[in-house]
């Protein structure tokens, strides 16, 4: 069974940032993206960026020019550099590793505050 431990979440002020982190518990090349999606109250589980086996990054519009996504071949880590961060993005993250069409994993979520 795969593990993929976040870390990063928690309460800022808007126009503060956050790194969020994700490690999974195999190599993150196994899988063919991973990525960061957010659920905000009431709303939709939503995709806020992702990052492909092969670097190729994309990116909600929500968070273009403010978000980041990263990985630490090294560290064996995804990461969600958030910046300029707004009430809006309040909400539980939660890190993705798919590894085909049919099978991916998930973190247990961090939450994400930002006070206005």
């Known amino acids: 069974q795969v593990q993929l431990v976040e870390s990063g979440g928690g309460l800022v002020q808007a126009g503060g940032s956050l790194r969020l982190s994700c490690a999974p518990s195999?190599?993150?090349?196994?899988?063919?993206?991973m990525g960061w999606y957010r659920q905000a109250p009431g709303k939709q589980r939503e995709l806020v960026a992702g990052?492909?086996?092969?670097?190729?990054?994309t990116y909600a519009d929500s968070g273009k020019g403010r978000f980041t996504i990263s990985r630490d071949n090294a560290k064996n880590t995804v990461y969600l550099e958030m910046n300029s961060l707004k009430p809006e993005d309040t909400a539980v993250y939660s890190c993705?590793?798919?590894?085909?069409?049919?099978?991916?994993?998930w973190g247990q979520g961090t939450q994400v505050t930002v006070s206005s």
């Open positions: 990052i492909t086996s092969g670097g190729d990054r």
């Open positions: 993705n590793a798919r590894e085909t069409m049919w099978l991916e994993y």
């Open positions: 195999r190599s993150f090349f196994s899988f063919s993206a």
